[in-house]
């Protein structure tokens, strides 16, 4: 099976189309952890063991682990979320010419899926769209509001440019294993291109913190049932507001003090977006 496959039962199983985004930012990893000799693998481990009955597939972003210390992390992360049954999605963005591509395209040995721009064109995804049994999410429409400079360019045809990163996708995707990145922020955007490309699933980022649309997430961003609706600081940080909500709340109940408060929070945060999400899928 390939990645879409193996992603549709993975859904199943779950009943979740949740992406766990893991961006382990050391700067807010709970001090007892920092004293571990992979802080952001001893971080991730309890995100997993909290989360993993919620989440169709975890994405680290490959900025959080990009020195030596990080890339091991980053491997003993990907392997316990495979112990876990939980492909993951390395959110890295990653595209070149000739064999920088494809040592680029060697991460898919070790992760699932993986993201890329297509800025530098086909030849520059070439390995990426050649692995057969690995996810491809192509950068079309992102959330952020810098991303108008360039993917709202109107085109001699009349389209933006991000309509034709999604036409471009389409055709490349010979081996059923193309997704595209759209995000949540702009909803009539997000329906337009599912009817552009109704079989190509979406991988929609801005949920939580960027404040997207979860209603169109899930009614645009699923393909025949498949497709990813991510969030990241809001799971794995939500312990961050669960205890200043604590702290500020005098009659709350003393707060069980193992130092695993914020894990049981990314819990609970996963379980609510689900079942906020699931609200919309049929």
């Not at 494809?102 to 030849?123: C, F, H, K, S, W």
Request: glycine share 8%; charged share 25%.
């Amino acid at each position: 099976m390939n990645f879409f496959d193996r992603l549709h039962d993975r859904i199943r199983t779950v009943d979740s189309v949740v992406s766990v985004g893991l961006d382990p930012d050391l700067s807010r990893i709970p001090d007892h952890l920092r004293e571990h000799d992979l802080p952001r693998w001893a971080f991730n481990r309890r995100i997993i063991d909290a989360t993993h009955e919620h989440a169709a597939v975890y994405k680290p972003n490959a900025a959080f682990y990009e020195d030596s210390d990080g890339w091991r992390a980053l491997r003993e992360t990907i392997a316990y979320a495979h112990g876990k049954n939980v492909p993951v999605l390395l959110d890295a963005k990653r595209a070149d010419i000739g064999n920088t591509t494809r040592q680029y395209a060697q991460l898919l040995e070790t992760a699932d899926a993986i993201t890329v721009n297509p800025y530098m064109g086909r030849d520059s995804l070439q390995p990426f769209l050649a692995d057969e049994e690995s996810g491809v999410f192509i950068l079309c429409r992102t959330s952020n509001p810098g991303g108008a400079d360039l993917q709202d360019l109107e085109l001699e045809t009349g389209e933006p440019l991000y309509e034709r990163v999604a036409a471009l996708a389409d055709l490349w995707n010979e081996n059923d294993n193309v997704g595209l990145v759209v995000g949540a922020t702009k909803p009539q955007e997000l329906e337009e291109l599912r009817e552009q490309v109704p079989d190509l699933p979406f991988l929609v980022p801005g949920i939580g913190a960027q404040g997207g649309d979860a209603e169109a997430a899930v009614e645009f961003g699923l393909a025949n049932g498949v497709g990813l609706v991510n969030s990241s600081r809001g799971i794995i940080f939500a312990g961050e507001d669960s205890e200043a909500q604590s702290a500020s709340d005098s009659r709350a109940a003393e707060p069980r003090d193992d130092g695993e408060q914020f894990a049981n929070a990314s819990g609970q945060a996963a379980k609510r977006l689900k079942k906020r999400l699931n609200q919309y899928r049929d």
